[in-house]
């Protein structure tokens, strides 16, 4: 494909997603439409589709009219391009720009609001000022451009420099993460990384650095017995696994998130206890249970940037409820004196200091231990963690 079809492609994409198909799989009934676009060419028309979902208000604000021509048109402006020489109407490139959207390019831009420059929707503005405050837009800005691959080695089967060294002989380059021990991030080759034999031994899982920390903070001393409540694919179970000594189960109310996880433990050469029946109904209780709870996915937005445009702030009321009711049953599975640890992706202080003081105020068994912020700005995906400690009364 040339440059300008993967254009034309994306402007299709983005129709239709724009009214309301989902990202993912809209890219992926492409691709399984259009076979004769090498890897390559889907590489490059997937960037081209998020780039423009990560900054859809800016884009467009740029191009001056919306649409997904608007946003492929500001997306050129950003890369220093002509428009008009992408949008030339000939065989499997854009048709050519009208009157008005020309015009539109050539008239002289308003100053774009906060939310507009730093592409959120309007309503979560106000929240995520007062939740970031000085950070407000270091932390927008970050969220604004692609996420990195990054890697967590399992230190039960190699140290960093052998996973370096084993990924460096399938042509994938990587550095260390600061301040995160166990995670690498891959500067070169990313496609490569579910192909290379150290994946595929075990040696490596593809965890965002920001996650990895999370599990990092837990405070596992002296832990025997772990519950990894929402535990979605399994990630942190897996984080947690690694440090070894520790009976781990997992359990997600969607049983499908964990399909994979089985098969990831054996790579990975952990035991995993993989639960069907909601543990709240056994009356087993445990030394640290996780909750990585379902959240607004703020913390990820440079991951998920087609849910930023989705999310409304019914939503959010939706989720509070949901994460209350989490907490409040999750807590009666903890073994006194052990701890509950509560964690989201989310930047907005209504998840994340406010439910922890929530939980506090109908809990008096329960006090704060750890509370701790991860922030895009600092290169990783956005992370909350409370830890909550089981007292005698």
């Known amino acids: 494909m040339t440059p300008n079809a993967r254009y034309a492609a994306a402007i299709d994409i983005l129709d239709a997603i724009l009214t309301g198909a989902p990202a993912e799989k809209t890219l992926t009934n492409w691709a399984r439409s259009n076979r004769y676009a090498g890897s390559k060419d889907r590489a490059a028309v997937r960037d081209i589709v998020f780039d423009c979902l990560r900054q859809k208000r800016s884009l467009m604000h740029k191009a001056g009219f919306d649409g997904a021509r608007g946003l492929v048109a500001g997306h050129i402006l950003g890369a220093v391009q002509p428009v008009a ?43 995520l000022r007062d939740s970031l405050q000085d950070g407000f ?17 399992n230190c039960k089967k190699a140290d960093l420099g052998q996973v370096q060294i084993a990924l460096a002989k399938d042509g994938i380059d990587t550095v260390a993460v600061d301040q995160v021990p166990n995670a690498l991030r891959v500067t070169a080759n990313p496609r490569r990384v579910a192909m290379s034999e150290a994946y595929k031994n075990g040696l490596v899982e593809i965890q965002d650095a920001g996650s990895q920390a999370v599990v990092d903070a837990l405070p596992l001393e002296g832990v025997t ?24 189960n997992a359990y997600d109310q969607n049983f499908g998130r964990m399909k994979d996880l089985s098969v990831r433990a054996k790579r ?14 056994t009356g087993k209780t445990y030394d ?44 009666k599975l903890v073994k006194t004196g052990g701890v509950l640890s509560y964690v989201t992706c ?34 990783t995906d956005g992370f909350f963690l409370t830890v909550f400690r089981k007292i005698h009364l």
């Open 85 to 127: 020489d992408v949008f030339t109407g000939e065989r499997f490139a854009a048709d050519v720009l009208s009157a008005s959207e020309l015009a539109a390019l050539e008239q002289v831009k308003e100053m774009p609001t906060d939310a507009v420059r730093l592409d959120v929707p309007d309503w979560i503005e106000p929240k």
């Open 137 to 153: 837009e270091a932390d927008l800005t970050a969220l604004q451009s692609r996420a990195p691959l990054d890697l967590r080695v």
């Open 225 to 248: 017995t772990v519950l990894d409540y929402c535990a979605g694919g399994g990630g942190k179970s897996l984080a947690i696994a690694a440090r070894g000594g520790m009976q781990i």
């Open 268 to 281: 990975a050469g952990a035991t995993i206890r993989v639960l069907r029946e909601d543990p709240a109904l």
């Open 288 to 331: 640290l249970v996780l909750l990585d709870v379902p959240c607004s996915g703020t913390g990820a937005w440079r991951r998920n940037p087609d849910g930023k445009w989705r999310f409304g702030a019914e939503d959010l009321q939706a989720l509070l409820q949901v994460q209350a009711d989490i907490l409040g049953t999750a807590q």
């Open 346 to 379: 989310s930047l907005l202080k209504d998840e994340n200091e406010m439910q922890a003081s929530a939980f506090l105020s109908k809990h008096p068994q329960w006090q704060p231990d750890i509370c701790k912020n991860f922030l895009p700005s600092a290169g």
